[in-house]
């Protein structure tokens, strides 16, 4: 049998179909790989993205019914003009007027008028559930923006956070010009000088105690609007005199206090007609505070 003859250089072609299918199977495996590789990556890179701090919902998810908060023994010191009405009328106005919301679970409110022989007493109530839709603000802190600019607009300052003080850096080397003062027993001088003394025993103009002229700051009475402690998280009373139709005055009376993401504010005002006697400033808010105490015992029951 004659042999093929052998031709360097050349490759027979089932090894070239060979080569080629190899390199198609390579090809494959190759790009399936790269694939799930991106894929991996993808999912890695999310699974270890850094989630945002969200900050913890309010304490509160509802409201009481207002209506039906204050005792009827409460209403009718409030409202003193009821003892001269009969059973059914007393029935009528103790029961209150509920105020109209959209939801309940955020804002209700109720009203109480009484008209007595010299004079009108009305009490509103309204209860506020704050809710923050910024995840990283609290419903508290939401509700104390609220509360902060009821505060500000009843004319009482916020109280500024005192910045901290810086200290002077100390050292253990004496200054050259000290320890020189002290090698020769100088002094120095310390403390004020004192202020010149003219002939005749007086005290020269600009110094000593103030002159008759000077204003002097404005006594308080200890019932202006002001703060309140021991009350909810944060408290304050407001305290307001006008005049009303004619010669009548009135004087109004806002508690406003926040539990957590609930604000509460109780206002009481009197108005009296005629030549009445103007209504008794610490009688009102005493009244008024002890509602809202009572009312701060509900929220927490």
Known sequence: MQRKRYSPGRVPGTLLGLGAGLAVVAGALTGCSAADTAED???????GAAAAPVAPPGRYRTLFEPCGAVPQATLRDLLPGTAALTDVERAAVLRGTAAVTYDTDRRVGCAWT???GNGTHRLVLDVERVVSYDPTVSDAARAQEVYTRKQLAAGIAVPETPAPTPTAPTTAATAPGAAKASATGAATPTGTPSSPTVSGGTTPPGTGAPSAGTPSAPATTGLEPRLLGGLGDIAFVGD??????????QRVVSVVFRTSNVIVTVEYRQRTTGAATAPDSKELQDRAQNL????ADRLEE
């Open 114 to 116: 009484a008209d007595s």
């Open 41 to 47: 990556v993808t999912v890695d890179a999310k699974a």
């Open 292 to 295: 809202a105490r009572l009312l």
């Open 240 to 249: 307001t005199l006008g005049t009303t139709g004619g010669s009548g005055t």
